[in-house]
Structure formats: C-alpha cells, structure tokens
C-alpha cells in the first residue's frame, strides 16, 4: 500500500510496473539478475523526478557534483557513484544517456577545460596538474594526449610561442 501511495504521489502512470520491479528484486535468483533489477528500477525513479523537477535530474547532479570536485585527485567513477548511493555502471549508463559521453571522459574534459585556462599563468604543468585534480604531470600529460591529442606543452607553444614554453618548464 505504502508503494502503491508513493506512485500515486509522483503520477506515474505505470505503478503496477513498478510493483512487479519490487517483486522481482525481492526474489532475485542472482547477484547480477539483482543488479539489475534495481538498475532498472532506478532508472524508473530517475525518470520519475525528473519529470517532476528536471533540476533533480540524477545525471544533473553528478555533472554538478563533477563541476564541485574535479579538484579532487581522488575523484572517479567509484566515488561518484557512491556518493550517490548508486552502482557504478548505472551511473555510466545514465550519465552517458544524458550527455554522450562517458562520466569519466566528463571528469577528464573538466579537468583539460580547467587546465587549459591556466597554461597561459604562467604556473609551471606540475602545478597545474595539483590543482586541476591530475596530481601529477604525468597524469595531466598523459590525458591531454588521450583527448585533446596534444601536450599541454604543444598548447602552450601555440598560444604564446616556443620560448614562453621554456620559461614555463
């Protein structure tokens, strides 16, 4: 009943689906069949807020929660997802849906975005790297390749030329 009084409280149209999600998880034959059935129950109740307030929107507040921590070096898909309370591959899933690109790949373009706009500080990569959540050159190197194709160095010749790039190093 209690259940039945939540759907009604949130419109949905097809509480009953949801009921028989409920029974399906309350007697799942496996770990995987039972990950999945709140998988997909959660994707319901995401659905369901969202169209109720779209800024509850659950991939939203992941991008948002990205925007606040990126910093972090500790930062990943693992920790995302616990702080919502989620499985990480659903987080993936309903992330990627939302944006077309995976949440890590969000966290890395966050990063470079913010990397980016300090290449032209004067601050050395290393420094860089600490506070755009990289942590180390290295790293930061490493992701600008992946997915921007380029070194921040090779960026930073090309805003404002090769001798600059060795002052910066």
């Known amino acids: 009943h209690a259940i039945q009084s939540a759907c009604i409280d949130f419109h949905m149209i097809d509480c009953f689906s949801d ?12 770990v995987h069949v039972l990950m999945s059935e709140i998988d ?22 992941m991008k948002a929660y990205v925007d606040e921590n990126y910093i972090d070096q500790n930062l ?12 990480p591959s659903y987080a993936i899933r309903i992330f990627q849906r ?8 969000y966290i890395h373009h966050r ?26 050159s290295v790293n930061m190197i490493r992701s600008f390749k992946k997915y921007e194709g ?4 090779s960026i930073i010749e090309k805003q404002i030329g090769p001798s600059a790039k060795r002052k910066m190093s």
């Open 98 to 105: 939302e944006y077309d690109q995976t949440l890590l790949q």
């Open 19 to 30: 009921l028989n999600a409920a029974l399906r998880i309350s007697s799942a034959s496996s």
């Open 150 to 153: 380029l070194t921040p160095g």
């Open 40 to 61: 997909h129950l959660l994707d319901s109740l995401n659905t369901i807020f969202a169209s109720i307030d779209p800024r509850a929107s659950l991939p939203l507040r």
């Open 111 to 136: 990063r470079i975005s913010r990397a980016k706009e300090e290449l032209s500080s004067g601050k050395s990569i290393g420094e860089i790297a600490e506070i755009t959540g990289y942590g180390t």
């Open 76 to 87: 990943n898909v693992n920790l995302v997802a616990d702080f919502f309370s989620i499985s």
